[in-house]
């Protein structure tokens, strides 16, 4: 069954047994091809008509979508033939030299064991084809990336992707890797292995916030 991404989505909200009234959409996107999962929002700040929706679609032939602000798929800037990509999200500023700042997305692609990491809006891959992770796990599933977040440390602008998996252990269960750059390309460096697991379930959405330093 086809899914969809709703960019402001219907509400139905009950309060003190008072029924308020269902907010409609305003804009509904374009089928995708499988299961629609994750968005992130990349603001154009110099005209923020053109500002992009991406959004996974979860399967082993899946794509991340490119979505304009009337919901209409933008060919050109949609990335497929990816292996399950689950999460994404976006950053402004990234300094991939002395001289160029670009924003960028990352997201997980689990049946390859990795991140990946594109330029906005120009669409261009920075990893040379993928950032693997988990690579010291030892147990079925430990090693299958699902969640991410980017955080830009205020104090540093360094940029860190966090990354959740399928399972994993009930100690550091999330590992945090810095993005860097030099005269080779990026690299991501693992940092940090943190965050406790109850072992139920599965860890997927991440969020930071970059001003506190807060995941």
């Not at 959004?55 to 490119?66: P, S």
């Not at 120009?122 to 993928?130: A, N, S, V």
């Not at 697991?197 to 916030?209: D, L, T």
């Amino acid at each position: 069954m086809h899914k969809f991404i709703i960019l402001i989505v219907g509400l139905l909200i009950v309060s003190c047994g008072k029924k308020l009234p269902v907010i409609a959409p305003n804009v509904i996107t374009e089928k995708t091809l499988h299961d629609t999962d994750d968005p992130a929002i990349w603001i154009n700040k110099n005209d923020t008509s053109k500002s992009i929706v991406f959004g996974t679609d979860k399967n082993t032939e899946g794509a991340i979508y490119a979505f304009n602000l009337n919901g209409k798929v933008v060919e050109n800037k949609t990335i497929r033939g990816l292996k399950r990509p689950n999460n994404v999200d976006v950053a402004y500023g990234f300094q991939i030299n002395d001289s160029t700042q670009v924003d960028v997305i990352a997201f997980t692609e689990r049946e390859r064991k990795q991140i990946r990491l594109f330029s906005v809006p120009d669409m261009k891959p920075l990893d040379k084809g993928g950032f693997k992770v988990f690579t010291d796990a030892t147990l079925p599933e430990t090693n299958l990336p699902m969640g991410i977040a980017l955080y830009k440390s205020e104090k540093t602008n360094k940029l860190y992707a966090i990354v959740g998996r399928k399972t994993g252990p009930k100690k550091a269960y999330l590992y945090q890797y810095e993005l860097t750059t030099d005269s080779v390309g990026v690299h991501a460096n693992l940092v940090r292995k943190f965050g406790e697991f109850s072992g139920k379930k599965e860890i997927e959405a991440i969020a930071v916030n970059n001003k506190e330093g807060i995941v």
